[in-house]
């Protein structure tokens, strides 16, 4: 059963803002929201986490609503080399009553492409 | 060294072969990670080892046989495969089973004729 939502796929120009939403209307108040990305033919990359306060990172920016429903990851500005599938995640972290919800689970992602 | 590697990064085996994949990290990470991945699909979980010891089975086929020999090595011990299970197969540790990041390997793209 899914637990986050995003559009399956978007495009942006080089140069210019990524900004990528992702829905969990039903996180939990231990669940962080995770981000990673794989680029074709390679494995799954870490971008950054956040639990309720706006993260921002070498690579991106998380912000996430102050109701933890939603969350946008922001490529500030975005490469060729950024083309490739985001995927939300929402997990807890093991230790904090995550149970089993601490697994990483993969979603179906978002088909982010960059044009020159 | 934030580096996960695999080997071999292709494999063709027929059906009734035996194979290894293999998997190798350095960061002194003490849960890795078993992922399959099949064409324009999303990574799925497959196993999960903690301190060398596994901790979470996915209800994956017995022909899929994992092992962590010591906490830098995993492998995947492959026997009678099926055309269907062919994919790509991925590696990844973090500090900690449940840890805040996980780093995976690019893969073994496994065909099975």
């Known amino acids: 059963d899914a637990k986050t939502t995003q559009p399956t796929s978007m495009d942006c120009a080089e140069g210019r803002a990524a900004n990528l939403p992702c829905n969990h209307s039903?996180?939990?108040?231990?669940?962080?929201v995770y981000w990673y990305r794989q680029i074709h033919s390679q494995g799954p990359q870490y971008i950054i986490h956040?639990?309720?306060n706006n993260e921002t990172n070498e690579m991106a920016s998380l912000i996430i609503t102050e109701d933890r429903k939603s969350s946008t990851l922001i490529l500030p500005h975005a490469t060729l080399r950024d083309t490739a599938v985001y995927y939300c995640?929402?997990?807890?972290?093991?230790?904090?009553?995550?149970?089993?919800?601490?697994?990483?689970?993969f979603g179906k992602g978002t088909l982010l492409t960059v044009n020159p | 060294d934030t580096e996960v590697t695999q080997t071999p990064k292709h494999l063709v085996m027929g059906m009734t072969n035996k194979k290894s994949l293999k998997c190798e990290q350095h960061?002194?990470?003490?849960?890795m990670y078993w992922y399959k991945q099949k064409a324009k699909k999303p990574p799925e979980l497959m196993f999960v080892?903690?301190?060398?010891?596994?901790?979470i089975n996915e209800s994956v086929p017995s022909r899929f046989s994992p092992e962590c020999p010591n906490s830098s090595l995993l492998n995947l011990h492959l026997h009678a495969l099926q055309p269907e299970d062919s994919a790509l197969y991925l590696c990844?540790?973090?500090?900690?089973?449940?840890?805040?990041?996980?780093?995976f390997g690019q893969g073994t793209r496994l065909t099975v004729v």
């Open positions: 990844a540790s973090s500090d900690r089973e449940g840890g805040t990041e996980a780093f």
């Open positions: 039903t996180i939990s108040g231990n669940e962080y």
């Open positions: 956040g639990l309720k």
């Open positions: 995640i929402v997990r807890a972290n093991k230790g904090l009553g995550g149970g089993s919800n601490y697994k990483l689970t």
């Open positions: 960061m002194g990470h003490r849960a």
């Open positions: 080892y903690s301190y060398e010891k596994l901790s």
